[in-house]
């Protein structure tokens, strides 16, 4: 349980690393929490508790803060999952939409036929990607512009 | 803060160890900042590392490269010539109970 919290943290700060740097800076950081929450329970005079581990992860500072600080260093292998994970959301979000509206225009229309759904079923998977490229600012990095 | 950190590391240092040194010499560091610093001056060969994983806890440990040497010098050099200029300039003002308030 006493992990948590700093599993927690360090997912924050390493979640858009490649790999190699999250496995790195996670074990750095976790070994530096851990050091400062013994020094600061000895200080206190008290054992390590969530307390102490929580003051410690507020003495590291925001995770967002400390995330946005570290240098890119993703490998071509990192950019290609990341393609990878885009083209899976992208699809998630197509049999989603497309199953949603589907639903919807065969309760409304008995005797849909295939066409318009297909059509009505891109334009709102469109609509949402759209969103989606603007609330996360998103872009993989094989389709930004070099 | 990277002069500074950078000036430790003469000897192999792990990150706990630097900001405990930084705050001995009276520079309060927010911890998780150091390790970004870190990682890119080690990006840019000031520094080079090592894991020492035999103790209780694995380190890694940070000591200065050749290049850093040189970049340290110049940006010791650079800030020296600051300090100068700003005390050169500090002699022009004059409500000097103003400039000592501010201090």
């Known amino acids: 349980m006493q992990s948590d919290p700093i599993e927690k943290y360090i997912n924050k700060v390493t ?4 790999s190699k740097q999250r496995e790195e800076v996670g074990r750095e950081l976790k070994a530096h929490i851990l050091d400062s929450a013994d020094a600061l329970a000895e200080e206190k005079n008290v054992e390590v508790d969530d307390t102490i581990i929580q003051e410690t ?4 500072g925001p995770a967002e803060d400390i995330a946005d600080m570290y240098p890119e260093e993703k490998a071509g292998k990192d950019n290609i999952i990341d393609g990878l994970k885009y083209i899976t959301r992208s699809l998630v979000f197509f049999v989603v939409a497309a199953s949603i509206i589907g639903i919807v225009l065969q309760l409304i229309f ?3 036929s295939l066409y318009p759904f297909v059509v009505v079923a891109i334009i709102v998977y469109l609509v949402i990607m759209g969103i989606h490229f603007v609330k996360r600012k998103f872009i993989p990095k094989f389709l930004q512009n070099k | 803060m990277q002069l ?3 000036c430790l590391l003469d000897k192999e240092r792990y990150g706990y160890e630097i900001i405990k040194n930084l705050n001995d010499t009276g520079l309060k560091v927010e911890e998780g900042t150091l390790y970004p610093l870190l990682r890119r001056l080690e ?3 000031l520094l ?6 035999g103790g209780p806890r694995p380190r890694k440990y940070y000591i200065i490269t050749d290049l850093g040497k ?5 940006w010791l050099i650079t800030f020296k010539t600051l300090i100068d200029t700003i005390t050169e300039l500090e002699a022009n003002i004059q409500d000097k109970g103003a400039s000592k308030n501010a201090e």
């Open chain 1, 15 to 18: 979640k858009n690393m490649g």
């Open chain 1, 57 to 60: 992860i507020k003495r590291m």
């Open chain 1, 110 to 112: 008995k005797d849909l």
């Open chain 2, 4 to 6: 500074a950190v950078i």
């Open chain 2, 43 to 45: 990006g840019n060969e």
């Open chain 2, 48 to 53: 080079s590392s090592r894991w020492e994983t």
């Open chain 2, 70 to 74: 040189e970049i340290r010098l110049n």
